[in-house]
């Protein structure tokens, strides 16, 4: 059923979006799929770790079909071929979701990828031009309806504050608030529309990674010290 919602909501707005966005040397879209339903549904807790945008994602946009790219998120990362693709961002997420079992031992934890923005360039890192990005937003607005999809107990924006721009744009009354005694700007709460009330966001793990381990553990201890299984409404 989460499959086929999510099938649903990317056929709604994949062809305008192609007609909208194709010839910009954009890669093909991050779409999400779930690779055992059940097991996902009777978790206890469910994460979703939202990263920037995608290095290259399996060609240029409109090269795949939606049925394609599922197929490719189900192998790279419903496989977990990703954590031996390495790198900061998904050491970072192995990482927090190896302590985050630790810390809730008789739970199950389940966990999914996303990106903020759901389209990288076609050969090369970083976010598209900000015109493409809210071309974007219009014509394959599906991030808000993954959300409610999935259901995800906690949401892990490893976006930095330069994403801010993108947060807001999608959900304008969004409202950021200090953990641990450190400024918005490196850890920040979020509440706000229909995010859940464990919404946090911190740097990118490539910047986690270059400000030291002592940083890279105090924000991780933060967060996960910050998670609960039935957590109270954030005032």
């Given at each position: 059923m989460i499959n086929k919602q999510l099938y649903n909501l990317y056929e709604k707005h994949y062809p305008g979006?192609?007609?909208s966005l194709e010839g910009n040397n954009l890669s093909n879209p991050l779409l999400l799929k779930i690779n055992d339903e059940e097991q996902y549904q009777k978790a206890d807790l469910k994460v979703m770790f939202l990263g920037q945008e995608t290095?290259?994602?399996?060609?240029?946009?409109?090269?795949?079909?939606?049925?394609?790219?599922?197929?490719?998120?189900?192998?790279?990362?419903?496989?977990?071929?990703c954590f031996r693709y390495g790198g900061p961002f998904w050491n970072t997420v192995k990482d927090y979701t190896g302590d985050i079992k630790e810390a809730?031992?008789?739970?199950?934890?389940?966990?999914?990828?996303?990106?903020?923005?759901?389209?990288?360039?076609e050969n090369s890192k970083g976010a598209p031009k900000k015109s493409l990005v809210a071309i974007q937003k219009e014509a394959f607005p599906v991030i808000r309806e993954e959300l409610e999809i999935l259901k995800p107990d906690v949401v892990?924006?490893?976006t930095g504050p330069r994403y801010d721009q993108y947060l807001k744009a999608?959900?304008?009354?969004?409202?950021?608030?200090?953990?641990?005694?450190?400024?918005?700007?490196?850890?920040?709460?979020?509440?706000g529309g229909s995010l859940h009330p464990q919404a946090f966001r911190t740097y990118h793990p490539n910047y986690?990674?270059?400000?030291?381990?002592?940083?890279y553990n105090s924000v991780k201890k933060s967060i996960i010290s910050s998670i609960s299984i039935t957590p109270k409404v954030f005032p």
């Open positions: 979006m192609l007609s290095n290259t994602w399996e060609g240029s946009l409109g090269s795949k079909s939606i049925e394609e790219l599922l197929g490719t998120y189900s192998r790279f990362f419903g496989e977990g071929k809730y031992p008789d739970k199950r934890v389940e966990i999914v990828w996303n990106n903020l923005i759901k389209l990288g360039k892990l924006f490893f999608e959900w304008p009354n969004l409202t950021y608030h200090p953990l641990a005694h450190e400024p918005a700007g490196k850890l920040a709460r979020l509440k986690l990674y270059r400000a030291g381990k002592p940083f």
